[in-house]
């Protein structure tokens, strides 16, 4: 039986991967138009790096973080998210002290190791972008208007704002102290695993995917879970202005806890239609300790994460046509297998000059490379046969314009190059 790709993970090519690549393109061109630079970071990293931010009751961090000892000892995890990635570089790297105020966003593979479902895989893919170093609500509002434009542009249109806040550190004591109090009659029903987060983290209660669990739970609460003081509700009510002011409708009446522990303040979710009962394609919040948290100064934090495989998901269950993109680059087409040698010359010199160029050297026939060059969406085909050697030229077909000139050898790379504007696409 042949080898097939791990349970949980998808190849991706064809028409999939140009719909991949239209999203990167929105992220990149939308992000940077907004100020953000792009970071990187590893995909594995210390595991104590997420068990310090995430948080011991999570179910990220209990049943499905990939975990793993390396060969030298070292605790290491594939990373299940991309926030605490780019804190720990933004520390690491000492920005904090020489930008100060950091806007970046990241493009790249996450792991959990949970049940493999429609848009919920083991390695999925997320955007995200991490505005580090403000405390101001209208950075919030910035994030919630990028999201969404980004959104917007990948065609996934019909959405609903989810906008919460669970309050400071304090507000979350005291929240906290309230719901066990609400739940202190019911204890006794709640599974195993609830029993342990009553008294570490009550509100991963309102996590459990247990029918029983999550019923007596979100039983006892009857609005927000959170109580807030008058800082935060304050900064809660600038954020709805701001957002109300630039025409973004917004739903706070929902009641939902983001499932990480560094969250404070506002929160919110992107729910798309399309997608079922697991409906959310972006989601975040601010982070104003987890800066701290990690041996950095006091210094407040926003962001979002987006799924891309949700984002297709989103985009409908029968996507539009991809559209074929414009024709680029040249096919050097031989007639005769003796002369690839020859037709490589050329090929070299284009590329120097910065064009994409094709050819084949297998010795097919000029039809099947005419063929081959349509197929890949070339602009021209260059045809190099005993003919056109004869008379030191090289025939130029330009597909578009369905013309044919034929144009000297010692020209040739020169004349293509201003053709296609020396430009690799």
Known sequence: MAIQALRGTTDLFGDDARRWAAVEHHVKRLCRAHGYGEIRTPVIEDAALFLRTLGETTDIVQKEMFRFEDRGGHDI??????TASVV????????HKTIGFAKLFYLGPMFRAERPQAGRLRQFHQYGVEAIGSYSPWIDVEVILLCLDILNACGVTETTVWL??????EDQQRSAAQLRERLASQRAKLCQECQKRF???????LDCQNPSCHGIAWGAITGSPFLLCGNCEAHFTAVRQGLGQNGVAF?????FARGLDYYTQTVFEVRAKGLGAQDAVAAGGRYNHLVEDLGGPALGAVGFAAGIERI?????AVPAPV????????YLAVAQP???????????????QGVQVLMDYDGKSLKAQLREADKAGCKFVAILGEKELEQGAITLKDLDAQSQETVAVEKFAESVGKRTGHACH
Do not use: W
């Open 164 to 169: 919460s806040s669970m309050g400071c550190r």
């Open 199 to 205: 008294d570490k983290n009550v509100f991963r209660v």
């Open 312 to 316: 297709l998901m989103a985009q409908g």
């Open 251 to 255: 739903d706070d009446t929902q009641v």
């Open 88 to 95: 720990r570089a933004y520390l690491e790297h000492n920005l």
């Open 77 to 82: 995890v594939l990373r299940p998210e991309g």
């Open 338 to 352: 003796a002369l690839i040698g020859r037709a490589f010359q050329q090929v070299t010199q284009l590329r120097a």
């Open 323 to 330: 559209e074929r993109p414009k024709r680029h680059g040249v």
